[in-house]
C-alpha cells in the first residue's frame, strides 16, 4: 500500500499522458487527455483554497492511527490524492471512455484507499477530494468543449 500511496498519482498522470500517442479515435482520446489534465490542475488550486480555511490535523497526529511512511506539513482534508486521481477518472468517464475509464478507476480506488491505511488521511478527507476532483472536471467539461477551436488546435499538436 505504501508504494500505491507514493506512485500511484504519477503513475495516472503518466497514463494519461501517454493517451495522446494513441491511435484509434485520435482526437476525441486526446481532448479527455488533455481534459483530465485541466480537472487535475483546476481541482488541485480548488484545495488549495480549501486548506487556507479547513485546518484538520491528520489521523496520526491527533494519536487515531500509526503513520507509515514519512509525515506531510499540510493539513489532512481535502487529500490531494483522492483528488487528483478521481479528478483523472471522471474526466475520462465525461468523455464516454469506459474502459478507460474503469482502469483508472480500480487504481485511483487503491490510491485512494491507500492513503487511509497508511495512515494519513481519515475517509472523510479522501471522500472530501474525491469530490473536488468531480467537481473540478465537470467544470471542465463545462467550460473545455470538444471541436471548438480551441480544442482543434490543442488535439492537433505533434
Given at each position: 500500500?505504501?508504494?500505491?500511496?507514493?506512485?500511484?498519482?504519477?503513475?495516472?498522470?503518466?497514463?494519461?499522458?501517454?493517451q495522446?500517442?494513441?491511435k484509434?479515435?485520435?482526437?476525441?482520446?486526446?481532448?479527455?487527455?488533455?481534459?483530465?489534465?485541466?480537472?487535475?490542475?483546476?481541482?488541485?488550486?480548488?484545495?488549495?483554497?480549501?486548506?487556507?480555511?479547513?485546518?484538520?490535523?491528520?489521523?496520526?497526529?491527533?494519536?487515531?492511527?500509526?503513520?507509515?511512511?514519512?509525515?506531510?506539513?499540510?493539513?489532512?482534508?481535502?487529500?490531494?490524492?483522492?483528488?487528483?486521481?478521481?479528478?483523472?477518472?471522471?474526466?475520462?468517464?465525461?468523455?464516454?471512455?469506459?474502459?478507460?475509464?474503469?482502469?483508472?478507476?480500480?487504481?485511483?480506488?487503491?490510491?485512494?484507499?491507500?492513503?487511509?491505511?497508511?495512515?494519513?488521511?481519515?475517509?472523510?478527507?479522501?471522500?472530501?477530494?474525491?469530490?473536488?476532483?468531480?467537481?473540478?472536471?465537470?467544470?471542465?467539461?463545462?467550460?473545455?468543449?470538444e471541436?471548438?477551436?480551441?480544442?482543434?488546435?490543442?488535439?492537433?499538436?505533434?
Open positions: 500500500m505504501i508504494g500505491v500511496s507514493q506512485i500511484g498519482v504519477p503513475l495516472m498522470v503518466l497514463a494519461v499522458v501517454l495522446w500517442c494513441a484509434a479515435d485520435r482526437r476525441h482520446i486526446r481532448h479527455a487527455a488533455v481534459s483530465a489534465g485541466l480537472a487535475f490542475l483546476l481541482s488541485l488550486a480548488i484545495n488549495q483554497f480549501i486548506l487556507l480555511v479547513v485546518h484538520r490535523i491528520r489521523p496520526y497526529d491527533a494519536g487515531v492511527t500509526h503513520l507509515l511512511i514519512a509525515p506531510s506539513a499540510d493539513w489532512s482534508f481535502p487529500s490531494d490524492h483522492a483528488t487528483a486521481s478521481i479528478a483523472i477518472v471522471a474526466a475520462f468517464a465525461m468523455q464516454g471512455l469506459p474502459r478507460r475509464t474503469i482502469a483508472l478507476f480500480i487504481t485511483a480506488l487503491l490510491i485512494c484507499w491507500s492513503r487511509i491505511y497508511i495512515g494519513t488521511h481519515y475517509l472523510t478527507d479522501v471522500v472530501g477530494g474525491a469530490i473536488t476532483g468531480v467537481l473540478g472536471a465537470v467544470v471542465v467539461r463545462l467550460v473545455y468543449r471541436n471548438s477551436r480551441l480544442d482543434k488546435l490543442v488535439t492537433q499538436i505533434f
